[in-house]
């Protein structure tokens, strides 16, 4: 844990005017180590307490250059510690305001539940991809963590609507609740979907019941990490290329290949044109699917396919041409 210089110095400072005290009654009077220290601290904590025991010349002489130089350099150190602690908490009060306020400004966001091992997963690659996070977390133990990571987070239970307020789910497009607990799972996706009903629940379930009940309180698509998981050994080993192949979007192996999802916004140049056509300009992409709300998805589409606005375009390529043509698509 960091400590701030401007409460580690004046710490330091009054542990060594104490030690040297205490170290001074030792050698001058022959007292015990706790005799030493005991009327070491009464001095230089100024609290008025008597003599442990009755000081001889050379105690007394030195008593008093503990009393001048050790209590105002003591009282220093002391207002020092006090000016650092309340400004660390007056500037930990004004980041969670600024944060808050931040978060209050956010659209289109993401906000992860939970910030343990599958959560922070999750986050990772959508802040790769660079888009707007919202992390609530329930350990108080990991905001500094979280501070220290540069994220946007909220400190308390998912199943709060006080706290999903704060995390602006009113605005955010997705939410992903990350938490090991199903129960606390299907609880967080009737809370988010009560108070949100159009955004996107991504769940986490453990188990088949837990899984079966998340997909009823609401959520749009349950993850099963250790179904997931035995099913990509399975197919490394039976499909090892089609793995490879999915993996572009995900491990980024090869940096100027990647497979990409792009929405056709109105407005867009791409709206109204020909897939053979589009291919055609742009010559390192190509585009494998057209996922529409009506019609759902359709896999490899003809030359003679019309783009249509709203549209959600499945493309494979150079990622800068990939680039390129997501611009083309927005307005």
């Known amino acids: 844990m960091r400590v701030d210089r401007r409460i580690a110095v004046p710490l330091v400072g009054l542990l060594v005017i104490t030690l040297f005290g205490a170290l001074g ?12 220290l005991y009327m070491s601290v009464i001095t230089v904590s100024t609290v008025g307490f008597g003599e442990v025991r009755d000081l001889s010349g050379p105690g007394r002489l030195f008593t008093i250059v503990l009393i001048v130089g050790g209590v105002g350099a003591a009282l220093y150190l002391l207002s020092m510690l006090a000016e650092g602690v309340l400004a660390g908490q007056f500037r930990r009060i004004f980041q969670r305001s600024a944060m808050q306020r931040a978060i209050e400004k956010l659209s289109g966001h993401v906000i992860v539940c939970g910030y343990g091992r599958f959560g922070r997963v999750v986050v990772d690659e959508i802040r790769s991809a ?19 990571a540069g ?12 706290v999903l307020a704060a995390a602006h789910i009113a605005t955010a497009a997705d939410i992903v609740v990350a938490t090991s607990s199903e129960s606390d799972g299907v609880f967080i996706t009737l809370a988010a979907r009560e108070l949100s009903p159009k955004i996107r629940v991504h769940a986490r379930g453990e188990s088949e019941p837990g899984v079966r009940r998340l997909q009823r309180a609401g959520a749009d698509q349950v993850t099963s990490p250790f179904q997931m998981g035995g ?7 039976l499909r090892p290329s089609v793995v490879d192949f999915l993996e572009l979007s ?3 192996r090869d940096e100027s290949i990647d497979l990409e999802e792009i929405r056709v916004d109105e407005g867009s140049s791409l709206v109204g044109r020909l897939v053979g056509e589009v291919e055609a300009e742009v010559k390192d992409v190509r585009i494998v699917a057209i996922k529409n709300e009506e019609r759902g998805i359709g896999l490899v589409p003809s030359e003679e396919a019309v783009i249509e606005a709203g549209e959600h375009l499945i493309l494979v390529g150079q990622r800068d041409t990939l680039a390129r043509l997501a611009r083309a698509a927005s307005k």
């Open 130 to 148: 660079g888009k707007d996070v919202v992390v609530i977390e329930q350990n108080a133990a990991l905001e500094s963590e979280l501070d220290q």
């Open 151 to 162: 994220l946007s987070f909220v400190i308390g239970s998912a199943a709060s609507d006080d």
């Open 25 to 36: 009654y030792m050698v001058l009077e022959d007292w015990s180590w706790i005799d030493s």
């Open 250 to 252: 995900t491990q980024r």
């Open 231 to 237: 099913n990509r050994v399975a197919a490394a080993i």
